[in-house]
């Protein structure tokens, strides 16, 4: 009995020498290795590492640093600037692009890359039809390759922003490894970009070490290690503690606000392109009423949401359109004001309700999805919607599977969503929500002639002022007919380590690792 | 082993099959009763039209009516089939998911279960043998203390205070970014050991410390309190009066009082595994532990049919397995338990 105590008592001391070794060393001394890697946190996941069936923010952001389009955005600007292709051609009504490959790109594992892979990558996103398709099947009739160097596009209809469309993984060039007929959720053969992945843990971990063979100039850092957090609270401790250098999407905005606060690490603001706003359907009572749609409209105080709700952490929205994008105007602003209480009364007195006969409403949202600050959003919407003594909230909630289902079969009345752009054209923003044949997804039931032909007209004219003028018009039948109502437009925030430097995000919000570096 | 064991553990084991079945069958039914699907999580907003949707139900065989998913889910089971995942990434086995997340599961857990029954051996056998005492006032108190304690309130203290504030210790994950491990049982420890990764071991210990302590602390409240009460029962008896009379140092009198208490705290380990897992569940979400307690969380939010039915039915296969094992222990332990 004796001995087996010793024995326990030798392996518990072992134990603990190896744990306090690893506490005292482990802190302090830094190898070269670490100092070539920058590790990001982040809450987002990554669902699908096939740009022909990943449709969502954050995986886009992995696959833009893993592979490459034959165009992209200079960094930090919204200016279209060449990648794979190093010119470009189109001819007058802008249905035929020719795209002038480089002739010294490879994909990661050195295999070189030809208009062939570029017409066979995006065929694969045809055929397969994943979510994101549309992007490509809805303007490309057809892509062929003239020669090894040159790839033409002949496209469905005339489509100004076709450089903008190309921007977006669906036309990224990917590994011939990647099945022609199957999604590959958990493939790792990536393509031209700067980065491939060395090590990919679903839900854990991602490694992604400098593609050798990439044509343009070196990323800064030899490695990026993305560890995924199951909540913004845990990320936080993560970055205090020093474990990350970088703890991007999504902070909550009290945690942004009390480490901006502290000094210890750089919170650097992005202004972003997604966007928050509020639903109505148009279909059922008492939104059916346009009175009442209205009435909602000019009760809302936009500058009390930022402020009490997001703290400071997004701006007020008076259009779909957002803040900075070309052709925005302030339509709910000029029509309605902020908190234009006397005028929403005004409107409901003439849609028949009164303080005896109030408006009674049902505003649903969804508790995780948007982050945990949305309760907080419905009830401050509640009371200022309450504020006018004529109205009467009821809030409820449904998990996003259900809640999705609610809003596709049009059975909510008033709800919140919100809306990261594909590609970052006013159309985008307008398109998907206003036009009859293509806004079935947000359940507004909301179809106007005049709007439909306005945005095809729009989606089909080169001149940008013309544009414009189109989209200005929209918003303001917007702002009339109030099938929506902005909220807020949300701005990004990244909390990095005070040795951190070289971040650069542009209006897309897609962080590029390949200028990151630490001193 | 007698033959009236022998039919003991197979009747035990027999029983594991109905238990799964209901569960299985509950799980099924709230799935499928609450509106919308994992199809539809996914797809989110994003505007594709109702013929594509349709397209992806059939692929993912959610057209059919709910009585043949059922039974063929269940055909699917008994062949070691867990189906293949319909949510972000769609098609991939539940299986390997399983494969990969259960080891990182068991690992916090088997630390956690040996961090509480020692807490709560050394805390409940020093309330009993210091009977009346202060101490024995501190350990009882200790024993509530730890039993009420709220895991992501307190995991989060911990975090706070040994990694924020000191810098000692990790606060999330189950290695330090930058460390290769070749896994072999998926056990971070035993893996880094059997390979050499001496790196890796350190890595991994210190990412484990926290987590352990926190579900382990925990659960060892229970321990304290059955093991000082037994033992106060134990140490009133004849026979420990008999040893002190006859000069037995008393360290040696508490060995044997707690050998003969221990009976009804292998009972309590076998409920507290079930309890452990559930615990982990939460630590598992506070310190972003990549087990199948944040898998489980994460398919509910897609609404992951296959993946939850199947990482339900795994767990309580496995709960099932582990209070067999402690009943035939108990049954081996205690000779007064007849078959």
């Known amino acids: ?519 | 082993m007698s033959r009236g064991l022998g039919r003991y553990i197979l009747i035990r084991a027999l029983m594991i099959i109905p238990t799964i079945l209901i569960l299985y069958t509950v799980v099924f039914i709230f799935l499928r009763i609450l509106p919308g699907n994992p199809i539809l999580a996914v797809v989110g907003t994003k505007s594709i039209s109702p013929e594509q949707l349709e397209h992806l139900m059939k692929m993912a065989g959610l057209d059919k009516p709910y009585h043949v998913q059922y039974f063929e889910y269940l055909w699917n089971i008994l062949h070691g089939d867990f189906g293949v995942t319909l949510a972000f990434p769609m098609g991939k086995p539940v299986w390997d998911y399983l494969k990969q997340r259960f080891p990182a599961t068991l690992e916090l857990t088997i630390w956690a279960f040996t961090i509480s029954v020692l807490l709560g051996l050394l805390t409940g056998v020093l309330g009993a043998t210091k009977k009346g005492t202060k101490i024995d006032t501190s350990m009882r108190l200790y024993s509530i203390i730890a039993y009420t304690l709220f895991i992501p309130w307190f995991g989060m203290m911990l975090q706070y205070v040994f990694g924020v504030k000191l810098h000692l210790l990790p606060t999330s994950g189950r290695l330090d970014p930058g460390i290769h491990l070749q896994t072999i049982t998926g056990l971070y420890v035993l893996d880094s050991i059997l390979t050499g990764n001496w790196d890796a071991l350190v890595s991994a210990v210190k990412h484990l410390i926290l987590p352990a302590f926190t579900l382990g602390i925990v659960l060892s409240g229970a321990y304290t309190r059955l093991v000082r009460n037994n033992m106060v029962d134990v140490l009133s008896q004849d026979f420990i009066r008999a040893y002190h009379a006859r000069g037995v140092p008393p360290r040696k009198v508490t060995w044997y009082a707690l050998k003969n208490a221990f009976i009804p705290i292998v009972t309590l380990m076998g409920l507290q595994f079930a309890i452990l897992l559930g615990g982990a569940v939460l630590t598992e979400t506070t310190f972003s532990w990549p087990g199948m307690g944040t898998f489980i969380v994460d398919r509910i939010d897609y609404r992951d049919y296959n993946a939850i039915q199947g990482a339900v039915i795994f767990f309580a296969f496995f709960v099932g397995l582990i209070s067999l094992i402690v009943d035939v222990i108990y049954a081996i332990l205690d000779p007064r338990v007849k078959y």
Request: glycine content about 6%; hydrophobic content about 40%.
């Open chain 1, 1 to 519: 009995m004796r001995l087996k105590v010793q024995v326990f008592a030798l392996v518990l001391l072992l134990a603990l020498g190896v744990v306090a070794s690893g506490c005292i060393g482990g802190q302090q001394t830094q190898t070269q290795e670490e100092v070539t890697q920058v590790v990001i946190g982040v809450t987002d996941k990554v669902t699908d590492l096939d740009p022909a069936n990943a449709y969502d923010f954050y995986t886009w952001e992995v696959l833009n640093n893993i592979m490459e389009g034959l165009v992209k955005y200079k960094p930090g600007t919204l200016e279209i600037e060449p990648a794979i292709a190093e010119r470009w051609e189109v001819n007058e009504d802008s249905t035929v692009w020719t795209f002038y490959l480089r002739k010294d790109v490879k994909f990661a594992d050195g295999t070189p890359l030809t208009a062939k892979d570029v017409v066979r990558s995006i065929k694969r996103v045809m055929k397969i039809n994943g979510d994101p398709a549309w992007l490509v099947t809805d303007f490309v009739k057809d892509v062929v390759a003239k020669d090894d160097y040159t790839v033409v596009f002949y496209l469905k209809q005339p489509t100004s922003y076709f450089l903008a469309l190309l921007t977006t993984p669906p036309y990224f060039p990917v590994h011939p490894n990647y099945s022609d007929t199957q999604i590959e959720s958990d493939a790792t053969y990536g393509g031209a970009g700067p980065y491939r992945i060395a090590k990919w843990v679903r839900d854990e971990e991602l490694v992604l070490e400098v593609n050798p063979y990439y044509y343009g100039e070196k990323p800064k850092t030899k490695r990026i290690v993305i560890k995924f957090y199951r909540d913004a609270s845990t990320m936080r401790l993560a970055l205090q503690n020093g474990e990350i250098d970088i703890a991007w999407r999504t902070l909550r905005p009290s945690d942004i606000k009390s480490l901006q606060q502290g000094g210890n690490f750089n919170v650097i603001e992005i202004p972003g392109g997604f966007i928050r706003y509020i639903c109505l359907n148009t279909k059922v009572d008492p939104t059916k009423n346009v009175k009442v749609r209205q009435a909602l409209a000019a009760a809302i105080d936009r500058k009390e949401i930022a402020e009490k709700v997001f703290m400071g952490t997004v701006e007020p929205l008076y259009s779909l359109i957002p803040n900075g994008m070309w052709s925005h105007i302030d339509a709910f602003k000029e029509k309605y004001g902020d908190a234009n209480i006397e005028l929403s009364k005004k409107l409901l007195q003439e849609a028949g309700y009164s303080e005896s006969n109030p408006l009674q409403i049902t505003l649903w949202y969804t508790p995780t999805h948007y982050g945990d600050t949305e309760a907080d959003l419905a009830q401050i919407l509640k009371e200022q919607w309450e504020r006018t003594g004529i109205i009467k909230v009821d809030i409820k909630s449904a998990e996003w599977g259900t809640y999705v289902d609610y809003a596709r079969k049009g059975q909510m009345q008033v709800y919140l969503l919100g809306w990261y752009p594909d590609y970052l054209d006013p159309d985008d923003y307008t398109t998907p929500f206003l036009k009859s044949t293509a806004n079935s997804w947000a359940g507004t039931g909301y179809a106007n002639p005049t709007v439909d032909e306005l945005l095809t007209k729009a989606q089909r004219l080169t001149d940008q002022n013309e544009r414009a003028k189109l989209y200005e018009e929209v918003q303001r039948i917007l702002a009339e007919d109030v099938p929506y109502i902005p909220l807020v437009q949300g701005k990004l925030y990244l909390v990095t380590q005070k040795n951190v430097k070289g971040v650069i995000i542009g209006p897309d919000m897609i962080f590029r690792y390949s200028t990151l570096y630490k001193e």
